[in-house]
T-cell receptor, first 113, second 111 residues
Framework: DAGVIQSPRHEVTEMGQEVTLRCKPI?????LFWYRQTMMRGLELLIY????????DSGMPEDRFSAKMPNASFSTLKIQPSEPRDSAVYFC???????????FGPGTRLTVL | GQQVMQIPQYQHVQEGEDFTTYCNSS?????IQWYKQRPGGHPVFLIQ?????EVKKQKRLTFQFGEAKKNSSLHITATQTTDVGTYFC???????????FGTGTRLTVIP
């Protein structure tokens, strides 16, 4: 199994630009999680989906952030417009109802100038 | 709201010394998981504890879940340089799929 796949691995963009992060969960996993990690705030849960349905988006910072999961094998996290304070590593993770442990992707390091 | 705190935030040890990180939840948990994140890497699942008072071992690592299911600890015996990284606990409430990650303890092992 390839594990959780995220793209891009690195993204450098200018303030005001739209950023789209992508995630492919492990096949057969039915829960998907988006996290943001910074030195100041640690690992924060932004949103999670179960069976492609958003269950809890209370961690999404503001309306500039949106996430979708159109099918069981793909999810996106979009920031529009991006701001320098959005600079962080964004992780996607997936899990199954049977195991409940989360498998993290390699992350996307986002830098907003 | 749910909070999971870990102490210490940072720990430097000489290689061969023991290390312990403590995790405390503001609410009772159905289970707790531990993850390790190497520098520049992503969190990797280590173990899950479910029962009150449960103790599990993985080689030099000992994990414990408190009787009240609100706290947990990870103890590493005779640390090695390969133990370097940040250790996170993550708690789950009954019926929930999401985890509340602790603040993490960053371990540095001095050769």
């Amino acid at each position: 199994d390839a594990g959780v796949i995220q793209s891009p691995r690195h993204e450098v963009t200018e303030m005001g630009q739209e950023v789209t992060l992508r995630c492919k969960p492990i096949s057969g996993h039915n829960s998907l999680f988006w996290y943001r990690q910074t030195m100041m705030r640690g690992l924060e849960l932004l949103i999670y989906f179960n069976n492609n349905v958003p269950i809890d988006d209370s961690g999404m910072p503001e309306d500039r952030f949106s996430a979708k999961m159109p099918n069981a094998s793909f999810s996106t996290l979009k920031i529009q417009p991006s701001e320098p304070r959005d600079s962080a590593v964004y992780f996607c993770a997936s899990s199954s109802d049977r195991e409940l442990s989360q498998f993290f992707g390699p992350g996307t390091r986002l830098t907003v100038l | 709201g749910q909070q999971v705190m870990q102490i210490p935030q940072y720990q430097h040890v000489q290689e061969g010394e023991d290390f312990t990180t403590y995790c405390n939840s503001s609410t009772t948990l159905s289970n707790i998981q531990w993850y390790k994140q190497r520098p520049g890497g992503h969190p990797v699942f280590l173990i899950q504890l479910v029962k009150s008072g449960e103790v599990k071992k993985q080689k030099r690592l000992t994990f414990q879940f408190g009787e009240a299911k609100k706290n947990s600890s990870l103890h590493i015996t005779a640390t090695q340089t390969t133990d370097v990284g940040t250790y996170f606990c993550a708690g789950r409430q009954t019926g929930a799929n999401n985890l509340f990650f602790g603040t993490g303890t960053r371990l540095t092992v001095i050769p």
